[in-house]
């Protein structure tokens, strides 16, 4: 079981931040309105970090069921149901989620979009042949990020797709893309992680014994600094 202190308490922070703190601010860097010179950079990085998770996923995804865990505004859910997959996309942030739902096209053929409120990790969510989670794991270090993988690969059948904080000076320096609102304002701390200490990780989880590594790519784009891993069944 994963431990319901970290977790949840670090679930709960994030939900606060997101639904209410900075809910505009995200709403806004997530659209095409203007922003600053900083916050250009960060959603050109999610831009380009969600164009290599979506080119990791089949481009037909009829009859596929596709878990995106973190969904955020939705802009990577809107992309797979277009490519035929029946999404369920969950944030934690009912805000948030609204404004996916709000955003959403009328017309998603040839797939779908479930949106909820929720934890990412409810097994009422159902099974999935793919899941991805977009920077929804950058707030918890490895230990609790092969707890989550290991939660969602039980209820996936062929591959997860998923961001980390790469452990950099200029991250560790930067403390996080926080930093790029008013002290006020700032997410709950991101916690950097190594490559080498994830997969050495990954390697000995039990419950990942059926799972490898595959591709794995890091963007930065300015403030924004992220890097992108798959697991796939062997």
Same mark, same amino acid.
């Given at each position: 079981?994963?431990?319901?202190?970290?977790?949840?308490?670090?679930? /709960?922070?994030?939900?606060?931040?997101?639904?209410?703190?900075?809910?505009?601010?995200?709403?806004? !860097? #997530?659209?095409?309105?203007?922003?600053?010179?900083?916050?250009?950079?960060?959603?050109?990085?999610?831009?380009?970090?969600? @164009?290599?998770?979506?080119?990791?996923?089949?481009?037909?995804?009829?009859? *596929?069921?596709?878990?995106?865990?973190?969904?955020? *505004? /939705?802009?990577?859910?809107?992309?797979?149901?277009?490519?035929?997959?029946?999404? #369920?996309?969950? @944030?934690?942030?009912?805000?948030?989620?609204?404004?996916?739902?709000?955003?959403?096209?009328? @017309?998603?053929?040839?797939?779908?979009?479930?949106?909820?409120?929720? @934890?990412?990790?409810?097994?009422?969510?159902?099974?999935?042949?793919?899941?991805?989670?977009?920077?929804?794991?950058?707030?918890?270090?490895?230990?609790?990020?092969?707890?989550?993988?290991?939660? !969602?690969?039980?209820? %996936? /059948?062929?591959?997860?797709? +998923?961001? +980390?904080?790469?452990?950099?000076?200029?991250?560790?320096?930067?403390?996080?893309?926080?930093?790029? +609102?008013?002290?006020?304002?700032?997410?709950?701390?991101?916690?950097?992680? %190594?490559?080498?200490? !994830?997969?050495?990780?990954?390697?000995?989880?039990?419950?990942?014994?059926?799972?490898?590594?595959?591709?794995?790519?890091?963007?930065?784009?300015?403030?924004?600094?992220?890097?992108?891993?798959?697991?796939?069944?062997?």
């Amino acid at each position: 079981m994963m431990s319901a202190t970290t977790y949840d308490e670090r679930r /709960g922070r994030l939900e606060t931040y997101f639904d209410a703190t900075a809910m505009e601010a995200w709403a806004r !860097l #997530t659209s095409d309105a203007p922003v600053s010179r900083i916050r250009q950079t960060v959603r050109e990085g999610r831009d380009s970090m969600r @164009d290599v998770l979506l080119s990791w996923l089949p481009l037909d995804m009829a009859h *596929t069921a596709l878990l995106d865990a973190g969904c955020g *505004t /939705g802009a990577l859910s809107v992309v797979a149901a277009r490519r035929g997959a029946k999404v #369920t996309a969950v @944030d934690i942030a009912g805000n948030l989620v609204n404004v996916a739902r709000e955003r959403a096209p009328a @017309d998603l053929a040839p797939g779908a979009i479930d949106f909820q409120v929720g @934890d990412m990790l409810s097994p009422s969510h159902g099974a999935f042949d793919h899941v991805v989670a977009m920077d929804s794991l950058i707030h918890y270090p490895t230990r609790e990020i092969i707890k989550v993988l290991t939660g !969602l690969a039980s209820r %996936t /059948g062929k591959s997860i797709v +998923f961001t +980390f904080a790469p452990r950099t000076p200029a991250l560790t320096v930067l403390h996080g893309v926080g930093l790029l +609102f008013p002290r006020a304002n700032r997410a709950p701390a991101i916690e950097p992680v %190594t490559e080498t200490s !994830l997969r050495r990780a990954i390697a000995a989880a039990p419950g990942l014994s059926a799972w490898r590594v595959g591709r794995t790519v890091r963007i930065s784009s300015g403030f924004y600094k992220s890097q992108a891993m798959e697991l796939v069944r062997r």
